[in-house]
């Protein structure tokens, strides 16, 4: 299972919401991706007009960011890789104390 969609799962009783925003894609592909998707506990978007990349100055992508109740980044992580998962739960952890 993906690692997006495993923690999706993991912390969806705490509340957790994963939301994946694609940048860049044409709306074609964007569907075709999310129909075909093994992503079943994310939640998606589409930023055609860059207004939520320009929000969060997004310099890299893949981006992570974890944010709080009130909407504030947490934690953010450029990339994906194998110790992504633990980070991003530790992060996960640390907020829901």
Do not use: C
């Given at each position: 299972?993906p ?14 919401v994963?939301?994946a ?7 074609g ?10 992503y ?17 100055k997004?310099r890299g992508i893949p ?9 504030v ?13 633990a ?5 996960i952890?640390a907020?829901?104390?």
């Amino acid at each position: 299972m993906p690692v997006l969609n495993r923690i999706g799962a993991k912390y969806a009783r705490q509340g957790l919401v994963v939301l994946a925003i694609n940048i860049g894609e044409s709306q074609g592909k964007y569907q075709e991706f999310i129909d075909d998707s093994r992503y079943a506990n994310l939640q998606w978007a589409r930023d055609s007009s860059g207004k939520i990349t320009d929000r969060y100055k997004v310099r890299g992508i893949p981006v992570t960011y974890i944010l709080d109740e009130e909407g504030v980044i947490r934690y953010a992580h450029v990339g994906y890789g194998d110790k992504m998962a633990a980070t991003l739960e530790q992060g996960i952890d640390a907020l829901l104390e």
